[in-house]
């Protein structure tokens, strides 16, 4: 006579219950790869380039364009944030408004100049603004919503019992958290008003600079000939580039 198998204990019943649930619920979780390493590969030395195409003129265009990019974001900070904001500053408290672009002049040398407003900012812009009595539009970023709260996830005998009271529309437990929601702000014509309306002339420089962008667009160099060759002559005239 063949002898019986031994019955489960409740307890048992319930894990292989709340496993079940678990996967007929959550389903099967994808599990999430680390990316590989990268490794530091040496290699022999080869000769290659010739002429025009050489690695040796290749390698100075990259040593050149290095210090150019150095050099542009020194000036563009200079160009930008002090000589152009500063007549957009002016152009604020004369209008009360967003100043129109303006083309900057320097002998040969010809950009345009915009004061383009932030396309949104944060919490903090918008209080200083606030602080300072100076309106700005709120719009919605992420709506308030309630989510599974991620401490439940990484406890297994919950996620079971979720799983179970969810199948059986049974919650007598607290399984979700609130997320706040979160706000962007915008500029207004309203927004340049308020602020050329403003006094203390440091202040109103520290808001405008808060919810400007100064760009340049259409740069030229007036002149006969090699554009290039001249623009790196004026480049070691003016010692840009240094020794």
């Known amino acids: 006579m063949a002898s019986k198998k031994p019955a489960k204990s409740p307890a048992t019943d319930k894990k292989t219950d709340d496993k079940r649930a678990i996967k007929e619920v959550f389903g099967d979780a994808a599990i999430m790869e680390e990316p590989a390493k990268s490794k530091e590969e040496k290699g022999d030395y080869v000769q290659m380039g010739n002429g025009k195409d050489s690695l040796q003129g290749y390698v100075a265009i990259l040593l050149v364009k290095k210090a150019l990019e150095a050099q542009e974001e020194r000036l563009s900070k200079r160009l930008k944030n002090v000589d152009a904001f500063t007549y957009f500053h002016n152009q ?19 950009a345009q100049f915009q004061c383009r407003k932030k396309p949104n900012f944060d919490e903090n812009v918008a ?29 297994q005998a919950m996620m079971g019992k979720l799983a179970v009271a969810i199948q059986g529309l049974r919650l007598d437990y607290q399984v979700v958290i609130k997320q706040q929601p979160k706000y962007k702000f915008n500029v207004t014509k309203e927004t340049y008003l308020q602020i050329s309306k403003i006094k203390d002339s440091e202040l109103r420089s520290r808001l405008l600079a808060s919810i400007s962008i100064i760009a340049v667009a259409q740069p030229q160099l007036d002149v006969d000939g090699d554009v290039i060759a001249a623009a790196l002559d004026i480049l070691r005239e003016k010692n840009i580039l240094g020794d």
């Open 92 to 110: 604020v408290v004369k209008t009360g408004a967003q100043p129109e672009p303006v083309i900057g002049v320097e002998e040969n040398a010809s």
């Open 127 to 155: 209080k200083m603004l606030a602080d300072a009595g100076v309106n700005c539009e709120r719009a919605e970023q992420i709506p308030e919503r309630f989510v599974i709260n991620p401490l439940l996830l990484e406890d």
